[in-house]
């Protein structure tokens, strides 16, 4: 069992930065892909990013790819999403999620999910 605790959201004008953390609890953290997905008002939840076990391999959805950065340090059982050149179109509520493997860092196959931060980017 994963439980997984998102923070860092908040209000930023457009072109900001913030950075979002996501604290795992369970001794088997380091076995986990992790990932970032979000969801807007009356959408579906969408990928962002995912990270491999190791932090040797990562994955971007094409709208974020050269603006954000995902990185882990497993020693602190944290999973990092930062977020800079921020856009209107961000705004969010962003969740951390685990699954067994970066290719599976699907809506559908995510093992574990967070409850959620909000991002809000302001024009």
């Known amino acids: 069992q994963v439980q997984l605790a998102e923070s860092g959201g908040g209000l930023v004008q457009a072109g900001g930065s913030l950075r979002l953390s996501c604290a795992a609890s369970?001794?088997?953290?380091?076995?986990?892909?992790m990932g970032w997905f979000r969801q807007a008002p009356g959408k579906e939840r969408e990928f962002v990013a995912a990270?491999?076990?190791?932090?040797?391999?990562?994955d971007y959805a094409d709208s974020v790819k050269g603006r954000f950065t995902i990185s882990r340090t497993n020693a602190k059982n944290t999973v990092y999403l930062q977020m800079n050149s921020l856009k209107p179109e961000d705004t969010a509520v962003y969740y951390c999620?685990?699954?067994?493997?970066?290719?599976?860092?699907?809506?559908?196959?995510?093992?574990?999910w967070g409850q959620g931060t909000q991002v809000t980017v302001s024009s």
């Open positions: 999620a685990a699954t067994g493997a970066i290719a599976l860092m699907t809506r559908e196959s995510v093992r574990y």
């Open positions: 369970g001794r088997t953290f380091s076995s986990y892909a």
């Open positions: 990270i491999s076990w190791t932090g040797g391999s990562t």
